[in-house]
């Protein structure tokens, strides 16, 4: 996949507590035994794994309402657990882990409760917020065709990016709209431009690395010896769209996660804009970062557009 959940990855990091967020306070009393404790544990344990994965990621998610950051690094840990299975867990029989955990995946959701600490959060987050089935099913199935898929024609190319990226990002309104079923509804092109925005833009500063690391292109019929400025220029003005797309929608989240939303669009904008500026054989040979220091610029510049309402 080589991807990260699409709706706020890589934003800069901010000062942070050494143990993760889950919630503003804990009743002990509650949580002393049974359910009530173990989807604490849960939850904690989904914090835990977004620390653990992308700093950034997790620094980002204090730019949300604290209502809306548990259930946000669920969505993360189950996409996380999800796309480590395909990409980096060579020395064991992937096809086998990767069943069994989408197996369990189902089992948790419909039973609401795993043993997997991880998919157990995940459950939590699925039916506290309303999700829809069919975005963790075509999420899971897109995952699975990265264990032996490394080409795709336009079809499979947009398929795939739907499953991976878009549907990632509805979950995450789901969150965000908290129950708004119209909002949900009138936001959900837009969330689903975004997360094509951010994955196209991972799959082409990536570009060499999926290649030579994993033997896999995700771009429709390019051949990676012929990559050039006219095949660069096409990427990206797919991508221009539905960034312009995307940005028609992130002005009418709620404030209470359009800040963390609007600062991931940002620094991806800000990324797309370096990638842009580049030679394309530049693209085949180095992975594309943004600097600490500009990242933090970024923040600081988002942060005062927000609070002044001059998004």
């Known amino acids: 996949m ?6 706020l990855e890589a934003v800069p990091e901010v000062e942070t507590e050494t143990t993760p967020e889950v919630s503003r306070a ?11 404790l173990f989807d604490h544990v849960s939850q904690q344990c989904s914090a835990l794994t977004t620390k653990a994965y992308s700093t950034s990621f997790s620094s980002g998610i204090r730019l949300l309402a604290p209502e809306l950051r548990g259930p946000i690094h669920a969505v993360y840990g189950f996409v996380r657990f999800a796309d480590e299975i395909v990409d980096t867990f060579h020395d064991f029989d992937k096809a086998v882990l990767f069943e069994r955990f989408k197996a369990d995946t189902y089992r948790a959701i419909e039973e609401r409760i795993s043993l997997n600490p991880i998919l157990n959060s995940f459950q939590w987050a699925f039916h506290s917020f309303d999700m829809d089935i069919a975005h963790v099913e075509k999420f899971l199935a897109s ?3 990265d264990l032996d898929q490394t080409a795709y024609d336009r079809d499979g190319y ?17 969150v965000f709209v908290q129950g708004d079923k119209d909002r949900y509804q009138a936001l959900l092109p837009h969330a689903r431009s975004l997360g094509a925005a951010f994955q196209k833009i991972n799959f082409l500063r990536d570009i060499q690395a999926d290649w030579s690391g994993l033997g896999r292109t995700y771009f429709p019929g390019l051949d990676l010896a012929a990559f050039d400025s006219a095949a660069k220029q096409q990427i990206e003005a797919e991508i221009e769209a539905d960034f312009k797309h995307a940005y028609e929608g992130i002005i009418r989240l709620p404030k209470s996660s359009r800040l963390g939303v609007y600062m991931a669009y940002i620094y991806y904008m800000r990324l797309f804009k ?5 030679h394309h054989s530049r693209i085949m040979e180095d992975r594309i970062r943004i600097p600490n220091r500009q990242k933090a610029a970024l923040l600081l510049g988002s942060y005062v557009k927000h609070q002044f309402n001059l998004l």
């Open 26 to 36: 804990v009743d002990s009393q509650m949580l002393d035994t049974g359910k009530p």
């Open 274 to 278: 370096k990638i842009q500026r580049l």
């Open 143 to 145: 995952m699975e065709r």
């Open 2 to 7: 080589n991807a990260r959940l699409p709706i």
């Open 158 to 174: 947009d398929d795939y990016i739907v499953g991976s990226a878009e549907v990632v990002g509805l979950m995450c309104l789901s």
